[in-house]
C-alpha cells in the first residue's frame, strides 16, 4: 500500500492502519470507568483509523457516569478516544488489557487518571505536555505576534527533543511513542505537526526509530508499514533524491538507517551514515558478557571472509566500562565505537538479549533486522 507523504501526514494519528482483530478467539479488552459532573452528556468510544474516527458505541452517562467499552482482541497496538464534545481523552490498547479511567467533565482531558495501562499512564503524560505547549504557543500569538513565529519555533524543537530523549528513544516499540509521533499544534487555525520530515528532514530519525523497533514487534502490520512509508519517503527526499541525478526506486522492507554518530577507541567520531557503498554488519555487543571471546572469534571469521569483497562491521560496545572495552577492541579489524549516550536504544530497545545485528545495504538501508535474520552468512552473500 502506498500513501503520499503529505496526506499520511495531515491525518495525524489517522495515518495508522486499520484494525487487526482477532475476534475468531472471543478474547476482549476492556474501557471502563466514570466521568463525574457528566449527567445527560453523550460518551463517544471512538476508533482512531486510517481514514480518520469512526464511532465504535457510545452511552448517554447518568448520574454516577459510569460506562464501559469493549472490542476485540488487537494482534498489534491500535487507539482510541473518549470523547464528550471536545473534550478527549487518547486510548492506546494492546491485546486484551482492562484500561480503568476516571474523569471529571468539562475539563476531562486534563482531569482524569488512567490504572491498569502504562502504555496510557505515558499517552496522559504527553497529551498533558502537548496541551500546555499549545498554550504557551498561542500565548505569544496573542501577546507577541512580532515574534511569535520564532519563538514559536524554539519551543517546539525544546519539545522535540524532550520527548525524542525521554520518550520515544527510550522506548520506540512502545505505542505512546507512536502516539507522540503524531501530536500537533494548531497555529494560525492550522494544525501542524511537531515531528514532521517534510518541514525537518531530522524528525527522519525519530521516525526511523519507531519504524526499526515496529517492525520487530509488529512485522508486516499496517502501522509498521506506515512508519517504513514515511521514513523512507523522507530519507529519499533528504538523500538519496539530492545525491543521485536519476531517480531511486526504493523496496517497502527496505529502511534508511539511523545514524549513530559515536566516538570509536581512538577518540574520533564514526558515522554510520558514512559507510554508504558497502555492506554493514551493525552489531550492538556487551564485552564483558559470557561467550564474547567466541563471538568476537566468529565475527572474525565473518570479517576475514568477506571484508575484501565490501562487508564493514560497525560494533557498538554497551559495556558499563569504557576502559575496559577499549582493552577489548584495541586489535580488532573493524570499526569499534562506545555508546554511553543511550542513542543506540532506537535499535536496541527492541531486543530482548545480546548481541543484536541489523545488515545494512550498500545504500545505507536497513534490510534485515534481528527477528528476521536466520543464516547470516547466507544473508550477507545476498548483499554483496
Not at 529519499?236 to 566516538?263: F, W
Request: charged fraction near 25%.
Amino acid at each position: 500500500m502506498k500513501h503520499n507523504i503529505g496526506s499520511i501526514l495531515t491525518k495525524g494519528l489517522a495515518v495508522v492502519g486499520l484494525v487487526v482483530l482477532a475476534s475468531c478467539t472471543g478474547e476482549k479488552f476492556h474501557v471502563a470507568g466514570s466521568i463525574a459532573n457528566a449527567k445527560d452528556s453523550t460518551l463517544y468510544f471512538e476508533h482512531n483509523g486510517l481514514d480518520g474516527f469512526s464511532t465504535i458505541d457510545s452511552v448517554k452517562l447518568d448520574e454516577k457516569g459510569n460506562f464501559s467499552f469493549s472490542g476485540d482482541k488487537m494482534n498489534n497496538p491500535e487507539f482510541y478516544r473518549l470523547r464528550i464534545a471536545g473534550q478527549i481523552i487518547n486510548v492506546a490498547i494492546d491485546s486484551t488489557e482492562t484500561v480503568d479511567v476516571k474523569a471529571t467533565y468539562p475539563q476531562m482531558s486534563t482531569d482524569y487518571t488512567v490504572k491498569g495501562s502504562y502504555e496510557n499512564e505515558k499517552i496522559k503524560e504527553l497529551a498533558l505536555k502537548q496541551i500546555n505547549l499549545q498554550t504557551r504557543c498561542q500565548d505569544l500569538y496573542n501577546e507577541r505576534p512580532d515574534i511569535a513565529d520564532s519563538m514559536v519555533n524554539v519551543l517546539v524543537n525544546d519539545y522535540k527533543r524532550d520527548v525524542s530523549l525521554n520518550y520515544i528513544f527510550k522506548e520506540p516499540m512502545r505505542a505512546y511513542s507512536y502516539f507522540a509521533l503524531f501530536q500537533y499544534i494548531v497555529v494560525g487555525n492550522q494544525a501542524r505537526l511537531i515531528f514532521d520530515p517534510t518541514r525537518d528532514a531530522s524528525d527522519n530519525k525519530v521516525f526511523g526509530a519507531v519504524a526499526t523497533s515496529w517492525d520487530t514487534y509488529y512485522p508486516g502490520s499496517e502501522r509498521t508499514q506506515n512508519l517504513h512509508n514515511i521514513t523512507i519517503k523522507g530519507m529519499k527526499d533528504e538523500r538519496i533524491v539530492k545525491a543521485q541525478s536519476k531517480p531511486v526506486e526504493l523496496k517497502a522492507q527496505e529502511l534508511g538507517v539511523v545514524d549513530l554518530p559515536l566516538r570509536d577507541n581512538h577518540g574520533n567520531v564514526r558515522h554510520l551514515t558514512d559507510l554508504k557503498g558497502k555492506v554493514v554488519l551493525l552489531d550492538f555487543h556487551v564485552f564483558s558478557a559470557d561467550g564474547s571471546t567466541e563471538y568476537i572469534m566468529q565475527m572474525r571469521d565473518l570479517y576475514n571472509k568477506y571484508h575484501d569483497r565490501g562487508l564493514e562491521i560497525y560494533m557498538v560496545s554497551l559495556d558499563d566500562n569504557e576502559h575496559f572495552w577499549k582493552e577489548q577492541v584495541a586489535n580488532l579489524p573493524w570499526i569499534n565505537v562506545y555508546d554511553d549516550s543511550g542513542i543506540s536504544q532506537a535499535y536496541t530497545a527492541p531486543a530482548q538479549s545480546l548481541p543484536i545485528i541489523y545488515l545494512i545495504d550498500r545504500g545505507n538501508n536497513v534490510v534485515k533486522n534481528p527477528s528476521q535474520i536466520k543464516n547470516l552468512n547466507e544473508e550477507i552473500e545476498k548483499l554483496l
